[in-house]
């Protein structure tokens, strides 16, 4: 069964904190690994894509196929970064829906 | 550009009646997707369109539940005799194509009552 298990459902930190969003997920195959993030008042919008292998706003994630994670981590919290983060997975093959964990609320504390 | 839009922003019903939420792709996204986010949930996927066609309805709770996509662009979700618990926010997003990022509309607040 395709499942995605977000942990925390609230992560407080400091302003210049680092931050790990933690991320599991349990999938037959080779998954392709999303986060999406929603600020107050704001649509859903993509953050980064594993496949993409970038860093944006200064969050990285990094897939780990051995222990079925993909954490979102950024090494000094910014305000800003408040928001609702979402975990989610779709398959290689295309075609497929994304599942989405529950969601972790970062509050970033100035 | 404009981005994914859907009519109503909130609908508020009585428990059995009929509702239609409406979605509005970005023009040229051959790939529409419906979810339903429940409170305190991450969106859950309903059903999804390539094209004029449902390619993948799995999710979609119940036969009271049912979508369109006619003409290969807007999109409208029905549903028939409704339910408190169908109470949710109806998210729609859009793709170039079934492997491309996925673009959110705002939503649709519905509350059965």
């Known amino acids: 069964a395709q499942r995605v298990t977000q942990p925390e459902k609230l992560l407080s930190v400091f302003k210049g904190a680092p931050v790990e969003l933690k991320c599991n997920y349990s999938y037959s195959g080779s998954p392709e690994l999303f986060w999406y993030v929603q600020y107050s008042r704001q649509r859903l919008q993509l953050l980064l894509r594993?496949?993409s292998r970038e860093s944006i706003k200064g969050f990285t994630a990094d897939l780990n196929k051995g222990e079925t994670s993909f954490h979102l981590k950024k090494p000094f919290a910014q305000e800003e970064d408040s928001a609702m983060y979402y975990c989610a997975l779709s398959g290689y093959s295309g075609n497929t829906p994304l599942v989405f964990g529950k969601g972790t609320r970062l509050s970033v504390i100035a | 550009g404009a981005g994914v839009s859907q009519t109503p922003s909130n609908k508020v019903t009585e428990k059995g009646k009929y509702v239609e939420l409406r979605c509005d792709p970005i023009s040229g996204h051959t790939a529409l997707y419906w979810y339903r986010q429940s409170l305190g949930q991450g969106p859950e996927f309903l059903i999804y369109f390539q094209g004029t066609g449902a390619a993948d309805d799995s999710g979609l709770p119940n036969d009271r539940f049912f979508a369109v996509r006619p003409e290969g662009s807007v999109s409208t979700l029905k549903i028939q005799r409704t339910e408190r618990g169908d109470s949710a926010v109806y998210l729609c997003?859009?793709?170039?194509?079934?492997?491309?990022?996925?673009?959110f509309g705002p939503g649709t607040r519905l509350t059965v009552l």
């Open positions: 594993h496949i």
């Open positions: 997003a859009s793709s170039k194509s079934s492997k491309n990022e996925q673009f």
